[in-house]
């Protein structure tokens, strides 16, 4: 039976504060005062880091310095993986991740909503990111691994191909060396596509591109602006083949020793910070485009349905009728 999403009020976040699936002895007395690392793979000119840091600047001031932040982009802290390690093992550590990564700490169902073309727009993808089938993962999450969802409602735009030239049908990939992260939902998207994956850090990719140890990336504009990718490679794409649900997440442990108070304050805020970044990706769009344009990229149409023809592999791995209730989760059905 489908699950009808829910908004959720101030008081839905309280509820959501006060359970816990996981009983934590140490937080029998809560911290007073807590400083929580802000780690992201992105660079400090990235619109997820630089609105994640006046996201922690209202919470500070919201919660009256009990809760502060020290910001580390540009992988200082490791990988997106090594972060996660570090919050699963109870460091106060909030890092900028996707629900395909958490797919990976014992909820395979998180890597099915960033499948190719399942969410229509931004305003479905914000419906799902907090519908009662997603809470239920969320949940699920912090049991298994000890790492709580803050938000996933940081949507910076469709995901599009960048490479040394344009793949207008899914025939134009065979061969070609694709970065990609080490993720089941982006190698069972793109290798049946014929796509080489190739594993590059985030933080690397500029200098894989630009020696040609990769031929082909895919990211937003917006991430494509900050990463300057298309410095080296002058082609894209325009194929929109993933809306991921990126945002943060953190210690379950270091959750739970925040006060009730100051966990609420905390969701609202980097729920609202990830309304803030939607709202600034799909404003930037247009800029952007002519900025790359001017500097002598060229934009190319994709063949849609092809790709969609191309990927409908992509649900095989997964239960009968979960893309029917996902589908049902984002419309609002």
């Not at 990229?297 to 969609?308: C, G, I, K, S, Y």
């Amino acid at each position: 039976m489908t699950r009808k999403p829910t908004s959720l009020t101030r008081r839905h976040l309280m509820a959501i504060a006060a359970s816990s699936p996981l009983a934590f002895a140490a937080t029998s007395v809560l911290a007073q005062e807590t400083t929580m690392r802000i780690a992201s793979v992105n660079p400090p000119t990235n619109l997820s880091v630089q609105i994640a840091e006046q996201v922690g600047e209202r919470i500070t001031e919201r919660t009256e310095g009990r809760v502060a932040f020290q910001m580390f982009p540009s992988a200082q802290l490791g990988t997106t993986t090594d972060s996660l390690e570090q919050a699963s093992q109870g460091q106060p550590v909030i890092t900028y991740t996707s629900a395909s990564f958490m797919a990976q700490f014992g909820v395979p169902e998180l890597a099915a909503v960033e499948g190719p073309f399942v969410v229509a727009d931004n305003a479905e993808g914000e419906r799902l990111a907090f519908s009662d089938l997603m809470m239920g993962y969320y949940d699920q999450l912090a049991e298994s691994s000890g790492i709580r969802v803050v938000a996933l409602n940081w949507f910076d735009g469709a995901r599009h191909m960048i490479g040394t030239e344009a793949y207008p049908s899914p025939s134009a990939l065979e061969g070609v060396r694709m970065r990609v992260p080490p993720v089941e939902t982006w190698l069972n998207t793109f290798e049946p596509m014929g796509v080489i994956a190739t594993t590059v850090e985030a933080a690397e990719a500029y200098s894989a591109l630009s020696q040609g140890v990769v031929t082909a990336a895919e990211s937003p504009l917006t991430g494509l602006r900050a990463s300057r990718w298309y410095e080296v490679v002058k082609e894209i794409t325009l194929t929109g083949h993933f809306n991921l649900f990126t945002g943060w997440v953190m210690s379950e442990a270091a959750y739970q020793a925040l006060s009730e108070e100051d966990r609420v304050i905390l969701m609202e805020e980097f729920r609202k910070g990830g309304q803030e970044l939607t709202a600034q990706s799909e404003a930037l769009e247009g800029e952007i485009r002519a900025e790359f344009e001017a500097a002598g990229v060229t934009f190319h149409e994709a063949d849609l349905d092809a790709f969609r023809k191309a990927t409908t592999g992509f649900w095989e791995s997964f239960p009968d009728g979960l893309y029917e209730e996902i589908r049902a989760a984002a419309s609002g059905a």
